[in-house]
């Protein structure tokens, strides 16, 4: 994807002129060596965005509390309703502390294994160093 890079300004003379019926397509893409392609998708985002177009996308800016806790809301909604599908009312009583438990029991033992697995890599680190 190594290809020309265009200034916000250009493609904005390019799609305001297909905008208004000054220029055609075709005639853009001769003069600018252009193609058809890249027309089309400067002229699908300027119709979408109008003058918005063709800005950086918005700020990366970590989400706010405010999201992170309505989209922890929603996860939550979701295993509540997977719940309810997956231990219907008429499950024995306990079942789901059973699976509960089992699902903590799951999760100590990968992180156990991690810990053994970097205790393991650092001790291995010193005969990589005398073997050099």
């Known amino acids: 994807m190594g290809g020309r890079v265009h200034s916000r300004e250009f493609k904005l003379t390019v799609v305001r002129q297909l ?3 000054e220029k055609r397509p075709a005639q853009i893409c001769r003069e600018h060596n252009l193609a058809s392609s ?4 400067w002229r699908n985002e300027y119709d979408q965005r109008g003058d918005e177009a063709f ?7 970590p989400p706010s509390a405010d999201a ?6 929603r996860f939550c909604g979701q295993l509540a309703l997977e719940n309810v599908y997956c231990f219907p009312p008429s499950a024995p009583p306990g ?8 699902a903590n029991d ?3 033992w990968r992180v ?5 697995h970097a205790v393991r890599s ?5 005969s990589l160093v005398n073997t050099v």
Not at 38 to 41: A, P, T, Y
Not at 68 to 73: D, R, Y
Not at 112 to 116: D, F, L, N
Not at 122 to 126: D, E, K, V
Request: net charge negative; charged share 20%.
């Open 112 to 116: 156990e294994a991690s810990a053994h």
């Open 55 to 61: 800005l950086p996308p918005a700020s990366s800016e």
């Open 38 to 41: 890249v027309v089309s998708r």
């Open 106 to 108: 799951v999760q100590e």
């Open 95 to 102: 079942l789901l502390d059973i699976v509960a438990e089992q």
């Open 19 to 21: 905008a208004s019926g």
């Open 68 to 73: 992170k806790i309505a989209e922890l809301e």
């Open 122 to 126: 650092m001790l291995a680190l010193p």
